[in-house]
């Protein structure tokens, strides 16, 4: 953290290039600025290159990414995958007649259109397709002479009255009210298996082209008088990727929001442009990186450009910053930059690698997406370094920046106080700062009172991924309300890999863990093989209810699972080995699925014997419930790690516990009342929210380095507290403000993404990114006074006259040799 | 219409049966030694768990105790409730075998029969229950009754013994289906395969009743009811059993239908069988004649009775109740506001029904008719 190695004086204004010693500075100055064309070209070379692959970027929302790989229950449910089909892949699709009932010969006829064309959508799994028009879905009624049946749909459907009479019929017949027929009869489902793989190309499935592929069909079909509600893992994988085709276009609204912020900042066209070309070229170099490496765009990796693109500007801004004042002192511009390099290049590494530590942290989380979201923002740090510490430095010693910028520039910095800075000062009197220290206290309380509830999970009906009033999640609640089963799937997978699961005792077993299930609040109902086979059972016996029974007898056992088999083949592999218990749950809160976990593990522990087992846990609240215990270990393990660097950082920074205090607790408030605000917006702790506490943390520890760099270099000077806090705030305050507002102001372009978690991390970066600012302003300061008081000797009879306040702040971040401790 | 593999001996089976003389029963349960803690507790070992929201179980039977409704249903379920319905209590029971009838013979005796070949005892107006019998006894038994005369030389006793190891096979596969008891003395239960035995003292023995009835076919036995005094068996392929006091055999009658009975019903004047696809027979001389009656629906009728105050209410499987006059002549059809495949029907006070279905119980005010 020492870089003293550019003493000011060695630093002379230079007004004529041919005046300039280009053997001074270090050798790697030496290299970069004498061979200035060559780098620009390289990189011009590099950026083409990168620009290419960085289109040719795929996009994908893979949920395999989002589970917590190496939890056991994600690592159960992948060694049993194959046999847990029904669990799978599907698309539901419920058509609707606003008008009436489906017994209507217009809507029937648009349901046979509908349903051909869905048929030969890629990738549908046809033989297990169901609907009202597919033959497989049939009734079945033991009479005197025995079994009686056919196809719900009569095969002489003509529209008639009579057609119609008969297909209500048969659908009463048939059981499916509920399952494939809505409740209240006015609309009715088609189900649709889908395939991972195209069966004629090997194709994976393109989740984006069926997904427009399926809005053709729907907005075709709406016209025709139907509605139309489809839900399923296809499609939220599509809404997904079109949601983060849609915050794609965000980045271009951050963009010129940036832009227009440092272009406030400089009021230099030149230099701004500058600016933002080098970021973006950090951000291009990132993207082609990704694709290279083999990475595609998912909902989280789509955040890294954001990020790299805010740091690299508002840091480079503050570079140009040194340039515009060494130019308008009448240093040529080419020897401006080699200046402002020698001065900030090890400190800019500095600050760029405590950022890359902050995004490092998040790769002890067990979960591919924030592993890959820490891979790929600390690439793009790093690529930060070359661009905006390279690149930038090399390209102004070319362009140079306006002049009347630069002018403006040394006039905003010969000492004149700012009303804003005068107001910021008042926090170094004591009075002042004791009211805001009590204030702080009790926000902090207050944050506390309120975190304390702080759920972990996620907490909306629907999918979670998406926003509550989505597309996605209202039709999901139409279907949740006019059919029986739940969305919110738990699967416990059982397996008897020696000895099979059709046997009395083991489908006992699992008719056992189901009653227990069904008790519990929270739990809808549940299906297995033995709630299945029930029912089953009793067809063999004339359908009478006293047969609704799990038989000891091998035949008829057996018989009844071959039915469960045939009826439902995800209920049962073929070889009898493996099946799921599905719950079916009221919502996904973390309560439930932890009751349900529970429960589960209680009963393994209890029954589970060397060869039967009931392992945890499939489908969707399986994985969340995986998701949820990997999360709540990592939000501690995150929260520790991260503090614990930062702590690390500063002390060896300020060399002083004192300080490490007062650039810590401000950060400290901050996270507790993140956890406030998440509370009041009902916001879990999830997979999503990890990253905002690393980068909160990690990030907004920029702000107070910056400043109490300065003050403690002024306070070791002899400064008192207010005059050492007013040279820091004018050296660094407007720097601290840009980095606030331009990361803010690039996250909080996520709020309006359909993808809620974007939503979500969103909302926090930006409230913790501010809200560090203000605790660095306003906290830091009044800390200071108590904790960063100089010592009665040390106060100089006069402060040394600093050789102008343009000084660089990083030039200031010198150790600091005394301060009180 | 049956899967078990022992069809094409069914005769043969129930002949041998047959030949079963009295069990003396005693209710203690067979313990299993498992080595491993968490080994297989068969249902007849391990006492029903404790279960809530009681009043949406699925419920197959009802009866009445005094004042007191309890009802039965699946995985050893027993509750019963003594205000109408509003809280149910679930009882002590000491299997978890599906149970499928229950009945009182008084306030406080009665008798509940299941899967398992289970039948259930309680003293205590259905609080507390213990098992008088079970499929396993009834094999143990039978063995004990056939091998000393088997390894005497007597032939028949050896081909009961090897069919009855068939049968057994599987374990206690065989349920009862129904009980009936017309005093605390004396009772019946029947079931599957012709199954049917007889108590005289409260259960403390049962005897096998194959001989006391005219069912060489070994048809199912699927409900028991006494009605005026005499006893019926509702059973398959249209028989209805009656209960003949001076031979005490249950002869047969052939009511012209081909298919299932699931019970009768019946009041002073009438008697009432019903059964698959909502098929409807009367009888007006107590059963020795039968005609059919137009249905309403073709739902299968799973449970009715005579209402004591006129006419008949059955309930069938699609969740709906048909509603006779005092004779039997027409019905009419009234739907539930919900819908549940409903499984038993007795009286309450007033112009209400308890009825109970696959998911649970409620109370059903009559229409007047």
Redesign the interface.
């Known amino acids: 953290m020492s870089f003293s190695s550019a003493p000011l004086d060695h630093m002379p204004v230079i007004g004529r290039v041919e005046d300039f010693d280009t053997r001074s500075g270090s050798t790697f100055e030496r290299l970069i600025f004498n061979n200035r064309f060559a780098i620009v070209l390289a990189c011009a070379a590099v950026t083409i290159g990168l620009a290419f692959c960085a289109l040719r970027l795929g996009v994908n929302a893979s949920f395999d990414k989002m589970m917590p790989s190496s939890h056991p229950y994600i690592e159960n449910y992948k060694a049993n995958a194959a046999s847990l089909r029904g669990l799978g892949n599907s698309l539901r699709w419920v058509v609707e007649n606003p008008s009436g009932d489906i017994y209507d010969p217009a809507y029937i006829a648009t349901l046979r259109e509908l349903n051909d064309k869905l048929f030969l959508l890629p990738g549908v799994d046809r033989s297990f397709m169901k609907s009202l028009w597919m033959p497989v879905v049939r009734w079945t009624?033991?009479?005197?002479n025995?079994f009686d049946g056919g196809p719900v749909m009569p095969q002489d459907y003509d529209g008639s009255p009579q057609a119609l009479e008969k297909l209500r019929q048969n659908i009463?017949r048939s059981g499916i009210v509920g399952s494939l027929v809505a409740n209240d009869q006015h609309s009715s489902m088609v189900f649709i298996p889908l395939l991972e793989r195209d069966g004629v190309t090997g194709q994976p499935l393109d989740y984006k082209q069926l997904r427009d592929q399926m809005q053709a069909l729907k907005a075709e079909y709406e016209v025709k008088g139907v509605r139309i509600h489809i839900i399923g893992f296809a499609k939220l994988a599509g809404d997904l990727i079109h949601g983060l085709l849609q915050v794609m276009v965000y980045f271009l609204v951050a963009a010129l929001l940036v832009t227009a912020i440092i272009y406030a900042y400089t009021r230099c066209v030149r230099s701004t442009a500058l600016v933002i070309a080098c970021s973006l070229t950090a951000v291009v170099w990132q993207l082609g990186l990704m694709h290279l490496i083999g990475y595609v765009l998912d909902p989280f990796s789509v955040l890294v450009p954001f990020m790299i693109f805010a740091i690299g500007v508002s840091h480079g801004a503050q570079k140009m910053n040194g340039i515009m004042q060494d130019i308008g002192r009448g240093t040529h511009r080419y020897v401006a930059a080699r200046y402002t390099f020698r001065r900030l290049f090890l400190a800019g590494l500095t600050a760029l690698m405590a950022d890359a530590v902050g995004f490092a942290v998040l790769s002890i989380i067990d979960i591919p997406a924030i592993r890959d979201l820490a891979l790929q923002a600390s690439i793009g740090v790093a690529i930060l370094t070359l661009t905006n510490l390279l690149l930038l430095p090399v390209l102004l010693s070319y362009t140079g920046v306006g002049a009347k910028a630069a002018a403006r520039a040394m006039r905003s910095s010969d000492g004149r106080e700012h009303p804003v800075i005068k107001g910021l000062l008042t926090f170094t009197d004591p009075r002042v700062a004791r009211w805001v220290l009590l204030g702080t206290v009790a926000l902090t309380l207050g944050g506390l009172v309120v975190s304390r509830q702080l759920k972990i999970g996620d907490l909306d009906a629907g999918a979670p991924e998406l926003r509550a009033d989505s597309e996605y999640n209202r039709d999901d609640t139409f279907i949740t309300q006019h059919y029986q089963l739940s969305s919110d799937q738990f699967a416990v997978i059982v397996t008897n890999p020696k000895n099979r699961l059709d046997n009395?005792?083991s489908v006992?077993?699992m008719?056992?863990l189901e009653?227990?299930l069904r008790?519990l609040p929270g739990v809808q109902t549940t299906s297995s093989l033995a709630s299945l086979g029930r029912p089953l059972t009793a067809a063999?016996?004339?359908?009478?209810?006293?047969?609704?029974?799990?038989?000891?007898?091998?035949?008829?056992l057996n018989?009844s699972i071959n039915n469960v088999n045939a009826a439902s083949p995800e209920m049962v592999n073929d070889g009898r080995t493996v099946a799921p218990i599905i719950a079916f749950l009221t919502d996904h809160k973390a309560e439930t699925l932890s009751s349900v976990v529970k429960l589960v593990e209680a009963f393994a522990a209890?029954?589970?014997?060397?060869d039967r087992q009931f392992l945890l846990a499939a489908g969707n609240a399986g994985i969340e419930a995986a998701t949820n215990q990997t999360v709540a270990r990592a939000n501690y393990q995150m929260l520790g790690l991260v503090y614990a660097v930062v702590i690390v950082l500063c002390l060896v920074t300020f060399r002083s516990w004192r300080a490490v205090l007062v650039a810590v607790l401000p950060l400290a408030v901050t996270s507790v009342l993140a956890e406030a605000l998440m509370v009041m917006l009902g916001i879990g702790v999830k997979v999503a929210t990890l990253p905002v506490i690393a980068l909160g943390v990690g990030i907004g520890i920029d702000y107070s380095l910056y400043l109490l760099t300065v003050y403690l270099s002024h306070l070791r000077q002899g400064c008192s507290v207010r005059e050492a806090y007013r040279r820091s705030l004018l050296f660094t305050g407007k720097v601290v403000a840009l980095i606030g507002i331009t990361l803010s102001v690039a996250v909080a372009t996520w709020i309006w993404s359909p993808i809620k978690f974007q939503a979500d991390m969103g909302i926090l970066l930006a409230f913790m990114f501010l809200w560090n600012m203000v605790g660095a302003l306003v906290i830091v300061p009044s800390l200071a006074v108590y904790l960063l008081k100089p010592k009665a000797g040390d106060i100089a009879p006069a402060a040394p006259a600093i050789a102008g306040m343009q000084l660089e702040n990083e030039a200031l971040r010198e150790r600091p040799r005394r301060v009180s401790a | 219409?049956?899967?078990?593999?022992e069809a094409k001996n069914r005769g043969l089976v129930r002949g041998c049966c047959a030949m079963l003389a009295a069990w003396a029963v005693s209710s203690g349960a067979l313990a299993t030694t498992a080595k491993?803690?968490?080994?297989?507790q068969d249902?007849l070992d391990v006492p029903a768990?404790a279960?809530?929201?009681l009043a949406e179980r699925?419920l197959?039977g009802i009866a009445r105790a005094g004042d007191r409704l309890v009802a039965v249903g699946?995985?050893g379920l027993i509750m019963y409730t003594d205000d109408q319905g509003a809280t149910w209590k679930q009882a002590n029971v000491p299997v978890?075998s599906?149970l499928?009838a229950v009945q009182f013979a008084d306030p406080h005796q009665g008798w509940a029969v299941g899967?398992?070949g289970v039948i259930l005892h309680s003293a205590d107006a259905g609080q507390t229950w213990t098992k008088q019998m079970d499929g396993r006894t009834a094999q143990a038994q039978a063995r004990d009754y056939y091998e000393p005369l088997a390894n005497g030389g007597d032939e028949a006793a050896a081909q009961a013994l090897g069919v009855i190891d068939a049968n057994y096979r599987?374990?206690?596969?065989l349920?009862y289906?129904d009980v009936w008891f017309s005093d605390v003395a004396h009772g019946y239960v029947v079931g599957a395969f012709g199954n049917i035995m007889a108590t005289h003292d409260g259960g403390k023995t049962w005897e096998s009743w194959l001989l006391h009835i005219d069912n060489p076919d070994g048809l199912?036995l699927?409900s028991i009811r006494g009605i005026n005094g005499r006893i019926y068996i509702a059973a398959e392929q249209g028989n209805v059993f009656r209960l003949e006091p001076g031979s005490q055999r249950f002869e047969r009658i052939a009511t012209g239908?081909?298919?299932?009975f699931?019970g009768i019903a019946g009041n002073a004047r009438m008697l009432l069988a019903y059964g698959?696809?909502g098929t409807l027979y009367r009888s007006q001389d107590n059963g020795s004649t039968w005609a059919p009656v137009k249905s309403p629906s073709q739902a299968?009728i799973?449970a009715g009775t005579a209402l004591p105050a006129a006419g008949f209410v059955l309930v069938n499987?699609?969740g709906q109740l048909l509603l006779g006059d005092d004779n039997a002549d027409s019905f009419r059809m009234v739907s539930l506001d919900r819908y549940m495949?409903l499984?038993s029907v007795i009286p309450l006070h007033g112009s209400a029904v308890a009825l109970t279905g696959?998911s649970g119980v409620i109370e059903q005010r009559l229409p007047s008719q």
């Open positions: 009624e033991i009479t005197e025995g009463y009395f005792e006992m077993e008719d056992r009653q227990q008790d063999g016996f004339e359908g009478t209810p006293k047969w609704i029974t799990i038989n000891r007898d091998p035949a008829v018989e209890t029954h589970n014997t060397a | 219409m049956n899967s078990f593999p491993d803690a968490n080994a297989f249902t768990i279960q809530s929201k699925s197959i699946l995985r978890q599906d499928l899967h398992d599987s374990g206690p596969a349920p289906l199912h699927n239908y081909t298919g299932s699931f698959l696809r299968t799973t499987s699609a495949r499984t696959l």
